[in-house]
Structures are given as structure tokens and as C-alpha cells.
């Protein structure tokens, strides 16, 4: 254990053990229990704003970079960095968008769905919110190498930041067939040593915290609570869009559950401050084929239980995984993984905002993808799990059609056109190929090209019956 008398030090999760650390430390595990760190902060001795309100002054000051950045606009919340050590690339530039269009799919009032469009970020996912905020703390300590392991999203999101700032290389760790070709070209693109073992997500995963311990490289995994910090202000962002109002739920797709755990800390942090009356409950949806969270939450009953979850239960059922060679399957890629680290912070999340845990199949996932780009926003399939999730839970009554819903949409639609092309394509065995093997029987909303000679009348007819 490291004594700490900063305002700003990172702190175990587990409320029995407590245990803090310096804030250059960069294990990123309690050096006594072995838990999950939070950055925490001394409110005491730092100034934290009266109002949300507050934040509004920065929109005129739009060429400040940190003013104008949809993450450090809001750093008096997560005030760990100097100013003048902040990377900025001008992250979270994005839209929360009414959508009365996939309201009426899952069957809620008009006026009453939201989609945060995280697609707009310079990488193309909302990983860009947390990769700054880890980028700032890498910079900090001097980093001059940075590692993850990464399904796609978060490999694009560091390359990208390694490149434009030229402050370090990005090594990404990626698994052998398990990264969609939009995401791995952006690594490749932007420079990065791009390393592919034989295995998943959760084999890079340990491989990766292995090599970065032992060659001292900087880890942005989500297990790094810098990370965790930069992805509070996608819900900074919400409820700036909301007029500072606070929504009913918030759906978010459950992978490596790092932005349920940042939008969980981010609530209840600001109840804490007295910033919101109250929090929203949350909604973590998982692919079918990645459904670690919901089997172990909805099904075995595991709870954060004040910071003394059932690690038994939560050990026998990876051991059975394991022992039954059970991997990750899903198209959602994104979302692809068995083994989430930061399972502890999410089952935290749930219990102090009243949440719950669903899982969706691929075939509901695409359908409502379909639905999401048929009302004007693309997302990749990862992101429409939110909404599949919004559809079903409209469907068991547990969200109420005029709850104020908003539904987070992770990553832009090229990150993974593949499965888009062959749902909506008229090729049938590419649509078994890309879908088919993955339970998918059905084009339930496809927009099929239409086929016809090339001659002018008969173009001029297909449109007069087709438009």
C-alpha cells in the first residue's frame, strides 16, 4: 500500500479494503486485495462546480481545445490532469437525437427514445472519450509506449491517438479472426504494431497485461480507471442535451462493461455533489453469444453486495466456461467477450442505480440496426443492442412507454459493414455465409437492391413502382 495526501490518488473499489495509491501508478490493480482502482478525489480540498449550468460558459469558448473537446469540457469533474497536459483531438463532438422513429419499433410515446450517437468521434467509437483521458495520464507518467488488447474499436482509438499527437507507439493486441476489417484497417492505417495470437478477445486480454507489465508499456484497457474517467462524459453530454434533466434509463451495450461502470460512477457522483436530484436506472444488454454478465447477474443472482460480491458463484461459472471450451460468438463484435474485466465496477453500477441485465439475440440485434439506419443514424451492430434491449424490456413491461429513454449507439456503421451489406443484400449465400451460421434467418427489415437491365425504360419503371 502507498500513502497518498494528494486531492487526486486512485482508490480500491471494495469499500472493506479502501486501499489508495498514487496517482502515477500504472499497475491499475490494489496492491492488497488485487481489486479494481477508481480515480477518486478529495472534494474538500477541490472545488467542484454549484450547477451543472456552469458548463454552459465553455460553448463560448470554442478555440480553447479543451473547452471545445465534449470530454474536457467538463474536467472540473474529473479534474486529475493539468491543463496544460491534456491530449486533446477534439473527441465528443457527438448528438443526442430524438428518435420517435425507433420509438414506435420498440413500442414507447413519441418523444420519449433518445440515441447518443457516439459514431461522431474522430475514430469512429465512443472509445475516443475514454482514449484521451488515458492518453492525458500516459503523458503524465512519461509513457512512450501504450498497449491493448482490442475487439477493433479500441485499436483504432489509440492508433489514432498515437498518430496525431506522435508522443508514443500503439502496440494492439487483437485475436485470430475476431476483428472486423473497418476497425483493423484504422490500425494498420494510423501506424500501429498490430500483434495477432492465436485465441480471442479474453486470450489478448491477458497477454497483453502480461507484456505491459513486464516491459513497463502503458496499458489502456479498460481496467485502467483513466480510461473509465474520460467515458463519464458521454453522460455529462446526455444530460447537457437534455437540458440538464435527468432521463428515466439509460441502455447500453454490455461488453468488457467499462461504460456502464463510467456512466454508473458518473450518476452517482454527481447525486454525491448534489449536481442531480436523482440517478437514472440502468440497462446493460448483452449479445446472446457474450452473455456473461446476464447469466451471472439475471440467472445465478450475483449482486455487488456492498462490495462483497458472491466470488464463488462468479469463479465456478468461468471455471465451467472453461471447462466446456465455451468462447465468445456473436456478430456484434464489439461486444465479443466472455470475460469482462471490469464485471466488480458494473454489478457496483447496478445496485446503486437500480439496474437490470438483458441479453439479445444477433438476429434481434440486426433487426434493430435496420430500424436505428432506416431513422436516419448508422450504427455498428454492437450499438443496436441498446435498442434490441430497449424492445424487449418495453415488451416485459419493466420500462414503461412514457419513460424517458436514452439508448447509447457505441460505434459508427463502417465499423463493421460487412454484416450490414449481407442483411440487406440480395446475395443468399453471402447472407448465409456472414449471418446465416450465426442463427440469423431472416432479413426481417432488408433494403434490397433492385435489379434490372441496363435500359432506360425499364430504370424508369423500377423507380415509378420503387419510389
Known sequence: MTATTSAVFQRCIHPQCGTTVDLDDTTFRCPRCGGLLDVAYDWNRIRPPKSLRDFEAHWARRSDPLSFSGVWRFRELFPFAPEDRVMTIG??????????????????????????????NPSGSFKDNGMTAAFTHARMVGARRAA???????????????????????????????????KLAQALEHGALTVQIAGDFDDALMRVQQVAKQLGIYLVNSINPFR?????????????????????????PGGNLGNVSSFG??????????????????????????????????????????????????????TAMDSANLRADTLASAIEINRPVNLPKAL??????????????DQEILDAKAKVGAGGLGCEPASAASVAGLKKLRAEGIIAADERVVCVLT????????????Y????????????????????????????????LNEIVKAIEVYA
Request: aromatic share 10%; proline share 4%; with cysteine.
Open 228 to 252: 473509465l474517467e474520460g467515458q463519464k462524459s458521454i453522460m455529462y453530454r446526455v444530460l447537457e442535451a437534455l437540458r440538464w434533466e435527468v432521463p428515466d434509463w439509460i441502455l447500453v
Open 348 to 361: 457496483r453500477a447496478l445496485e446503486r442505480c437500480g439496474g437490470v441485465v438483458r441479453e439479445v439475440t
Open 424 to 455: 440487406h443484400g440480395s446475395d443468399p449465400k453471402t447472407f448465409e455465409e456472414v449471418l446465416g451460421k450465426r442463427g440469423v434467418r431472416r432479413a426481417s427489415y432488408a433494403n434490397r437492391p433492385v435489379q434490372v437491365p441496363n435500359d
Open 148 to 182: 491493448c488488447a482490442s475487439t477493433g474499436n479500441t485499436s483504432a482509438s489509440l492508433a489514432i491517438y498515437c498518430a496525431a499527437t506522435h508522443l508514443m507507439r500503439a502496440i494492439i493486441f487483437i485475436g485470430s479472426g475476431k476483428i472486423s476489417y473497418g
Open 91 to 120: 473527441e465528443g463532438q457527438t448528438l443526442l437525437q430524438p428518435s420517435d422513429f425507433v420509438a414506435q419499433y420498440v413500442g414507447s410515446k413519441e418523444g420519449r427514445v433518445f440515441l447518443q450517437y457516439e459514431g461522431m
Open 411 to 422: 460505434g459508427h456503421q463502417m465499423k463493421d459493414p460487412t454484416a450490414t451489406v449481407a
Open 265 to 318: 460512477k458518473a450518476f452517482f457522483e454527481l447525486l454525491d455533489l448534489g449536481l442531480i436530484p436523482r440517478v437514472p436506472r440502468l440497462a446493460v444488454i448483452n449479445a446472446a453469444g457474450a452473455d456473461t454478465f446476464y447469466q451471472l447477474y439475471e440467472r445465478q443472482g450475483v449482486r455487488w453486495n456492498g462490495g462483497q460480491p458472491d466470488q464463488a458463484k462468479i469463479n465456478s461459472y468461468f
